[in-house]
């Protein structure tokens, strides 16, 4: 059974970077085809997806955050880091972690994380 | 990059059948598989719909997926609309460089 949870700080200080960490069970993201991806919702707004990474390290980040956005796989293959820096009042929101069904190149995200409520304030 | 538009909000009674489109900005609909997913408050995200039509394990059939390449769009339709039914409901695609891209999400109330 797949199961993913996020953790990591629930308030940050503007300008401040954060750090959040996806530890999932039931897959390892050192097999072939595996991905983890973050994604985020600001309160009333839409999902927006940030980045994944894939087992071999490859990643892929939303171009619009690309410069500020970082993933690290931790060396077990069930911990994914979430690194943002410069955060700000916008970064305000959820941030959910989920799986990538194994695909050549289809982004589908089959197992969700219950996600993690972040806040930006001073 | 591309866009997937969806309408703010879908509204209709128990027991009617409701669709919300998911309109591609540029390029084909039909070129990468649309898939939507379920959000209810306090729950994570569920799929309702993937590869464009499957249904996910535990989804009834009252739920149904499919694309239109003369529209340019995908649509997720719910027959025999239940109260439970009621969430926020998502489509997302991805790019030839394997960027994802989100729906703006639609708000389903069953009245």
């Known amino acids: 059974q797949i199961t993913l949870k996020e953790s990591g700080p629930t308030l940050v200080n503007p300008t401040q970077t954060l750090t959040l960490v996806c530890n999932f069970s039931?897959?390892?993201?050192?097999?072939?085809?595996?991905?983890v991806s973050w994604i985020r919702q600001p309160p009333g707004k839409a999902l927006e997806w940030l980045g994944l990474i894939y087992w071999d390290d490859d990643k892929r980040y939303n171009p619009s955050l690309q410069s500020r956005l970082t993933l690290t796989m931790a060396a077990s293959g069930k911990q994914v880091v979430l690194t943002m820096t410069n955060m700000g009042p916008l970064d305000t929101g959820t941030y959910y972690c989920?799986?990538?069904?194994?695909?050549?190149?289809?982004?589908?995200?089959?197992?969700w994380g219950h996600g993690t409520l972040v806040t930006v304030s001073s | 990059n591309f866009m997937l538009t969806q309408p703010h909000s879908v509204s209709e009674s128990p027991g009617k059948t409701i669709t919300i489109s998911c309109t591609r900005s540029s390029g084909s609909i039909a070129s990468t598989y649309v898939h939507w997913y379920r959000l209810r408050p306090d729950s994570a995200p569920t799929t309702v719909i993937y590869d464009d039509n499957q249904r996910a394990s535990e989804v009834p059939d009252r739920f149904s997926g499919s694309v239109d390449s003369s529209s340019n769009s995908a649509s997720l339709t719910i027959s025999g609309l239940r109260t439970e039914d009621e969430a926020d409901y998502y489509c997302q695609s991805y790019d030839t460089n394997n960027h994802v891209v989100f729906g703006g999400g639609t708000k389903l109330t069953v009245l």
């Open positions: 039931g897959f390892s993201l050192s097999s072939t085809g595996v991905a």
């Open positions: 989920a799986h990538r069904r194994p695909a050549v190149t289809n982004q589908f995200f089959d197992y």
